[in-house]
C-alpha cells in the first residue's frame, strides 16, 4: 500500500505497514495465527500478574485488550464491507482494560479466545472480494482501504507480542 492510497492518512498506518513487512493481507492474517499458537504459556503463566513498571497492564490484561480490540476492527470492517454508512466513533481502551476481568481468566483461557477470535478473523477477511478490501473507510479522523484494516490487527498483535517479549519476559528471566 502507498501512502497516496489513502485520503487522510492516519499517522499509525506507516507503523502497521512496517510491523507486517512486505506481505500480503492473507499472509499477514495466517502468520499471526501461527504466532498465537507459538505462543509459551508456561512462560506467561510465570510471569502472572507482575507488570515492568506500575500502572501497566498485566499479560492478561494485554491478550483481553487483543481480543477486544481485534473484536472492534472486524465490526468496523463490516460496517465498511456491507455498505452501512455508519462512521464508526473512538474507543477508550483504558477504560475497557479498567473494566475487563481479564486478571479473574487464565492464560489459556485468554490465549484459546484469541486463536479463535483471529481464526474468525481471518474467515472474514477471506469472504472480501478485491472490491471491497480496496473500499475506502472514512473513521472518525482519518480514512483508509478496508485492507488496511487488516493489516492493522496484525500489527496491534506484532506490537503488544514484542513488549511482552522486550519488557514482560525480561522480568522472570532476570531472576
Avoid at 63 to 78: K, N, S, T, Y
Wanted: charged share 30%; hydrophobic share 40%.
Amino acid at each position: 500500500m502507498e501512502k497516496s492510497e489513502t485520503k487522510k492518512d492516519p499517522k499509525f498506518l506507516q507503523y502497521v505497514l512496517e510491523l507486517n513487512g512486505d506481505v500480503e493481507l492473507s499472509n499477514a492474517l495466517e502468520l499471526s495465527l501461527k504466532n498465537i499458537n507459538n505462543i509459551d504459556i508456561s512462560q506467561l503463566n510465570k510471569i502472572g500478574f507482575k507488570t515492568y513498571e506500575k500502572d501497566k497492564w498485566t499479560v492478561h490484561k494485554i491478550l483481553q485488550h487483543l481480543i477486544d480490540w481485534e473484536r472492534i476492527w472486524c465490526f468496523r470492517a463490516i460496517i465498511f464491507a456491507r455498505g452501512e454508512g455508519t462512521i464508526p466513533e473512538a474507543h477508550d481502551q483504558e477504560i475497557m482494560a479498567k473494566n475487563s476481568n481479564a486478571n479473574e481468566r487464565s492464560i489459556e483461557e485468554l490465549v484459546n479466545e484469541l486463536r479463535i477470535v483471529r481464526q474468525s478473523t481471518i474467515m472474514m477477511f477471506e469472504s472480501f472480494n478485491k472490491e471491497i478490501l480496496d473500499i475506502n473507510c472514512d473513521f472518525f479522523e482519518y480514512e483508509m482501504p478496508l485492507y488496511a484494516i487488516g493489516l492493522t490487527i496484525t500489527a496491534h498483535q506484532i506490537h503488544h507480542f514484542n513488549i511482552i517479549k522486550e519488557r514482560y519476559v525480561t522480568l522472570i528471566k532476570s531472576k
